[in-house]
């Protein structure tokens, strides 16, 4: 089957510009604090078991803080 067209075709085009959207606020996770008790407490344990589950959350959380704090930081700028 062959389709066969005739006439005029009007092809109308609406240009539209836009301005971007601001970035979003900067949210930073909260840095924790330990008391210097608590902190001798883990630290201690930790020795106990360099090796356990607990050990390497310990090791990963202080990343974390890490990353809070710099972001805290250059949000400040």
Not at 9 to 31: D, K
Not at 57 to 74: E, F, K, L, N, T
Request: include cysteine.
């Amino acid at each position: 089957m062959i389709m066969t067209c005739t006439g005029w075709a009007f092809i109308a085009v609406q240009l539209t510009c836009t301005m971007p959207e601001p970035a979003p606020a900067v949210v930073c996770p909260p840095v924790r604090t330990w008391s210097p008790d608590f902190q001798k407490r883990v630290a201690a344990e930790l020795r106990e078991r360099p090796d356990s589950a607990l050990a390497a959350v310990a090791i990963q959380s202080i990343g974390d803080r890490d990353v809070a704090r710099a972001c805290a930081r250059r949000s400040k700028r």
